[in-house]
């Protein structure tokens, strides 16, 4: 267990006077108070989880039936592996979005309720017209809209490409939070099988075993944390490790998702796996070379470096990328990837 005595620091806070541009142009996390206090979802929620229910309902689209991620109470609501990282510790269903909101209400004041998630549920599709009334201005910033909504979760330590400004509607929420360099004493798990998409640290935060993950005590000194209750939000910078706790019995979010790179770039975890495979098992010497070649066209790259001996017009990808040019680029390397399985 970790120290008492350690604890993780707080957060940076700012209110909700604060020009919002400022805030989510930060490399570090903040936390808005009272930034979306004044949405009719949570002005709803001030009267009752019931009546929060009732308002979502007004928008549920039924036709589609939402994603829903089950689990039985002896999980403790942590969204997880099983005992040996064959799989997982919960099951996923289809469900109307009433339906599941009406199963929420059900359990609500159960002691052993089971874990009942909907995770990164796009608010255009399964909840049509709820944005109008509860929304944040993000100017010019293409961002997509998703809903969070279950009752009492956690969600593994992880990160996300997009920048997220995480906005609390219903019920409470802690988010502790570890820098993008506290990669190597995180104990990531597999890359190929994750819970949800994103790799997740094996580690869990609320009963850290030391014993079996020792460097996660120099993450500790690296944590931040804040809770959040209706109404408050929190930046979080693309990349920076999350783990997030429903504290309520009922709790809904709102997040916003943006990247501040053009949208047709690809995910760059793809090229980490595409490296893992063709980079990883080289020779020594070898990995070297090719470090030096990723460092001189992709982390250190200067189009001047090409300027003066390839004419701009047949750089490629080389020079400046646009949507034709990534779609090129991405239909060439699936060729080359297809004959390569054609070979083997």
């Known amino acids: 267990?970790?120290?008492?005595?350690?604890?993780?620091a707080p957060i940076r806070e700012v209110g909700a006077g604060v020009p919002l541009d400022e805030v989510v142009s930060s490399p570090t996390?903040?936390?808005?108070?009272?930034?979306?206090?004044?949405?009719?979802?949570?002005?709803?929620?001030r009267a009752g989880d019931g009546p929060a229910i009732a308002y979502l309902k007004r928008f549920a689209n039924d036709a589609l039936p939402a994603v829903a991620t089950i689990a039985p109470p002896d999980v403790a609501g942590r969204i997880f592996y099983n005992d040996d990282l064959s799989g997982f510790n919960f099951r996923r269903e289809q469900i109307p979005m009433s339906v599941a909101l009406d199963t929420l209400l059900k359990y609500h004041d159960v002691p052993d309720a089971p874990l009942i998630y909907l995770g990164a549920t796009t608010i255009d599709t399964y909840l049509p017209g709820f944005i109008a009334g509860n929304a944040v201005d993000l100017g010019e910033r293409d961002a997509l809209a998703s809903i969070w909504i279950g009752n009492r979760s956690r969600v593994p330590t992880h990160q996300d490409l997009p920048s997220n400004l995480a906005c609390v509607a219903v019920g409470h929420r802690r988010f502790t939070l570890f820098p993008p360099e506290q990669l190597r004493n995180l104990y990531i798990g597999p890359l190929d099988l994750t819970p949800a998409g994103q790799p997740v640290s094996l580690v869990d935060p609320a009963a850290p075993d030391l014993a079996r993950f020792p460097k996660f005590a120099k993450a500790w000194q690296h944590a931040q944390v804040a809770e959040l209750g209706p109404?408050?939000?929190?930046?979080?910078?693309?990349?920076?490790?999350?783990?997030?706790e429903a504290l309520d019995a009922f709790n809904v979010l709102v997040n916003y998702w943006w990247r501040p790179s053009a949208g047709f770039g690809d995910v760059p975890l793809n090229a980490l796996m595409l490296a893992i495979l063709s980079?990883?098992?080289l020779p020594a010497q070898e990995r070297a070379i090719w470090q030096e070649v990723f460092r001189h066209y992709v982390f250190e790259f200067e189009a001047d470096a090409v300027a003066g001996h390839i004419p701009e017009a047949a750089r490629h990808v080389l020079g400046e990328l646009d949507q034709a040019k990534a779609d090129n680029l991405r239909a060439h390397l699936m060729q080359r990837l297809a004959g390569v399985?054609?070979?083997d």
Request: cysteine-free; aromatic content about 8%.
């Open 29 to 45: 996390p903040i936390v808005i108070r009272g930034l979306v206090a004044d949405w009719p979802l949570v002005d709803a929620a």
């Open 341 to 343: 399985m054609r070979r």
């Open 231 to 244: 109404g408050d939000a929190l930046f979080i910078p693309g990349m920076w490790w999350h783990h997030i």
């Open 1 to 8: 267990m970790m120290p008492a005595t350690l604890q993780p």
């Open 279 to 281: 980079l990883r098992d």
